[in-house]
């Protein structure tokens, strides 16, 4: 099997069939629908950012508990600038004060804190947390929790070309490219492709999250506003996909057993 050589995770469904499994290893989220829930109720859309960070916590823990590898959250997209000022500045400030207040809790309970995106575009303090937050969690092995923010799966692939092309002209040459050549240089490349998202809040759009590693992955999308996903919740989506028939290209004859057979 053909991997990369920056992450021994990293493999590529488009390269090989990965094995079959019960439980997902790699769950990323789009998770929407916090503005629609807290107009609902009558209440500022900020309320619903707020109770949303309750969701991040318990999901976060649900998904330990079911031996999930790898959660991705989408946080900010590059293109959530485009939203009111002060409903943007106080996404920043919930997103320093979350990671302030949680980071000690995360690292007594092995999970690395990883965070993509632009982090450029960030005031200075916010990047040097982040940084720190990494730093601080860089050897755990209970979960990988990854923070989308000021991410866009197009700013994902042109920072990676360039860094292809940049390569090309140190070497002044244009080597021949494939496909584990780019994806060496996506900001998630040390983590296996998701195996299945969610997106709650009822739209059917990507908005621009992974687009690259969402080749194989499964889609499921619940109309469950973000701050009321729970794990029951999640138990239905990971039963959804269990029912899943993960053919990458196959067909369904030549597909093995799934190895986990234990519930997630
Ligand atoms: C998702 O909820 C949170 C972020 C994009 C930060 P929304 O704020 O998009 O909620 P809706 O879609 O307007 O209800
Ligand atoms: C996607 O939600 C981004 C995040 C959840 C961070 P949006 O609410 O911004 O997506 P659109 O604009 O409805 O596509
Ligand atoms: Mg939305």
Redesign the pocket.
Known sequence: MRVCETAMTYTSSTIEAPAAAQCPRHIAI???GN?RWATQRRLPRVAGHTKGVETVRSMVEACVRRNVSYLTL????S??WRRPTDEVSFLMRLFVSVLEREIGKMHANGIRLRVIGDLTKFESHIQELIRCAEAKTANNQRMTLTI?ANYGGRWDLTQAAYKLAAQAVAAKEVPSIDEVDLSKHLAMAYAPEPDLFIRT?G?Q?L?N?LLWQFAYTELYFTDTFWPDFDAQALDLALDWYRQRERRFGRISAQLEAPKNLLSC
């Open positions: 789009i998770m929407d503005g989408f946080a900010f997209s293109e959530n989308a809040g739209e759009r908005s999250f």
